[in-house]
């Protein structure tokens, strides 16, 4: 059961929608199912002679005596607005049923308390098989305000006890970070266009993906207009700084033909000016130049990272936590932009799916997470995909997924949770559709057998509590051919075994030679590294023109906004 609390102004307007026919005559049988006094509130949809002025006059008179006395003017927002939805697949509630669902709810909220006879003048209209609305003039018979702070948790959480009680779904409780969902105007106008997705999701799904990959403000303006995007800033009147942004639609128009205008906090709380900011690099890293001379090192930086991130969710530390769960997010439209192959799409879905996860009420500290983010943005920029590193970057994405599921549940962010936990499914349909072909490129390429009986030794030695399960793990062949290259690069297996090993535990693995494998792919190749140091050293070294910036990570075009998944 899902509330909606607004406010507004116009009493008779919203009674007319209330009982005219719908924008799309969707609205049938319009009727009062409660109110404040069933004999006093004249019912438009059941007595003909009850005019919408009429109602509208009853309701507001507690509001006329107060604009009275405040010589004429009228207290600003005072029409309170809730449509209260079932979920999708709950049976019908009957209009007695729907009567006591408002009752509660208007005296959760403060607008009604049982027992108040001073307490606000309000109505519940149902017009349609899954919901009501209920509408309320805020002024008390004694003319003062309601207590109506934090009505929409207080809304929320009388849903929850009464979706238990009428044997309901029990949907997930917010914690008011969520974005803006789109109107059903905006609904029906995406559907009227031949729309997958409204103009509000489309343009969020922009900015997101940009802000993923960006190095400073200005680009991120630059690169959504390059994907046409109309942008719009607001700037200081003092300072002349930008100190808002509103973003349109290529193509969404109103009836006037002018375009429609979302502000960036209306597309979701951390798009606003001052979250984009904090997430951004100061502005001597932003200048520094950002070359790669290994186009495998990002994909290596990233993966390190988001293996430290695991750390940091068990660290205890929650506003770091917070912060590198809102770099992962960001992290995610890059991997997507960055790789090819059928699971890229796989990649956005899950990225889209993140963004409910990665806030919350527990602000995030955006510094503590540098390195993952810095990490992404070098991703963003990758000019190639190193097969099997990729992989192992993949692999590791799973698991921090399912890290962030469990860390949201722990502390009682269902929504969060919830749309982690579709991430790592998404994830995890992607790196099962990408890692079978190059584990069995690796398993083609093993050893010979003398080779591969040493390194089952080094196992033994190594990690003799595991080394059952590793050896009987069908992924142990492709990690022979993984330590046979790693030997040849320089590292002793023995000791590289023992080190990959102990980087977090492998009791919980299901495949613990996969485990073992992509954390071993992921280590740097020491003899690389050295021959790049001593090139750098005798100034040999040719470094590659910067990268050009992404054009549209992830993010769709507007010709392909219909095809919008």
């Known amino acids: ?125 149902r017009h349609a098989d899954d919901h009501i609305h209920l509408m309320a003039t805020t002024v008390r018979a004694d003319g003062r305000r309601p207590r109506t702070h934090r009505d929409g948790q207080r809304a929320q959480a009388e849903c929850r006890k009464i979706e238990t009680e009428f044997g309901l779904r029990r949907l997930k409780s917010g914690d008011l970070t969520a974005p803006r969902t789109p109107t059903g105007a905006e609904r029906a106008k995406a559907e009227r266009q031949g729309q997958t997705v409204t103009a509000r999701h489309w343009l969020r799904e922009q900015a997101y993906a940009v802000a993923a990959a960006i190095h400073n403000e200005a680009d991120y303006f630059t690169v959504l207009q390059s994907l046409g995007v109309k942008v719009k800033t607001r700037l200081g009147p003092e300072t002349g700084d930008v100190i808002g942004y509103s973003l349109a639609a290529p193509g969404d128009t109103n009836a006037a033909g002018e375009p429609v205008w979302y502000g960036g906090s209306k597309l979701a709380p951390d798009l606003s000016i001052n979250r984009l900011r904090e997430r951004l690099p100061d502005q001597e890293m932003a200048d520094r130049p950002r070359y790669v001379a290994d186009p495998a090192e990002p994909w290596r930086h990233t993966t390190t990272a988001i293996h430290a991130a695991r750390t940091v969710l068990d660290s205890g530390d929650d ?160 990690l022979t051919t993984t330590l046979a290259q790693a030997e040849t690069a320089g590292r002793n297996p023995r000791r590289l075994l023992a080190e990959v090993g102990t980087q977090r535990e492998l009791n919980s693995a299901e495949h613990p030679a996969e485990v073992l494998n992509w954390r071993i792919t992921a280590q740097p190749n020491r003899r690389t590294q050295a021959a790049r140091m001593r090139s750098a050293a005798s100034g040999t070294s040719s470094m590659p023109g910067p990268p050009h910036p992404p054009v549209t990570p992830v993010a769709t075009r507007p010709e392909e906004r219909s095809r919008h998944r």
């Open 319 to 478: 506003a770091a936590a917070q912060g590198h769960l809102a770099a992962f997010g960001d992290a995610l439209y890059n991997i997507a932009s960055a790789t090819t192959g059928p699971h890229r799409a796989e990649l956005r879905a899950a990225a889209m799916a993140f963004n409910r996860a990665r806030r919350s009420a527990t602000r995030a500290d955006h510094q503590a997470a540098t390195v993952l983010r810095k990490a992404a943005r070098e991703l963003a920029y990758a000019s190639s995909e190193p097969g099997g590193l990729a992989i192992a970057l993949l692999f590791a994405i799973v698991h921090l997924a399912r890290a962030a599921a469990k860390w949201h549940e722990q502390h009682g962010h269902e929504q969060q949770a919830a749309a982690a936990e579709e991430a790592f499914r998404h994830l995890q349909a992607g790196y099962q559709q990408a890692a079978p072909p190059v584990l069995a490129d690796l398993a083609r390429r093993a050893p010979r057998a003398a080779t591969a009986s040493r390194y089952e030794q080094d196992l033994r030695v190594a990690l003799p509590a595991h080394a059952d399960r590793i050896l009987a793990d069908p992924a142990w062949t492709a």
């Open 1 to 125: 059961m899902v509330p909606d609390v607004s406010t507004g102004s116009d009493t008779r307007g919203l009674i007319v929608y209330l009982f005219g026919p719908g924008r799309r005559d969707e609205h049938t049988a319009p009727r009062i199912v409660a109110a404040w006094d069933m004999a006093g509130a004249p019912d438009p949809g059941r007595d003909p002679e009850a005019t919408y002025t009429r109602l509208a006059k009853r309701l507001d008179h507690h509001v006329d005596l107060r604009t009275c006395e405040l010589g004429g003017k009228k207290p600003s927002q005072h029409v309170w607005h809730c449509p209260v939805r079932t979920a999708s697949g709950d049976r019908y509630l009957t209009d007695t049923e729907w009567a006591k669902v408002a009752r509660r709810i208007v005296h959760a909220t403060g607008i009604a308390p049982e027992g108040d006879d001073k307490a606000c003048r309000w109505i519940a209209v």
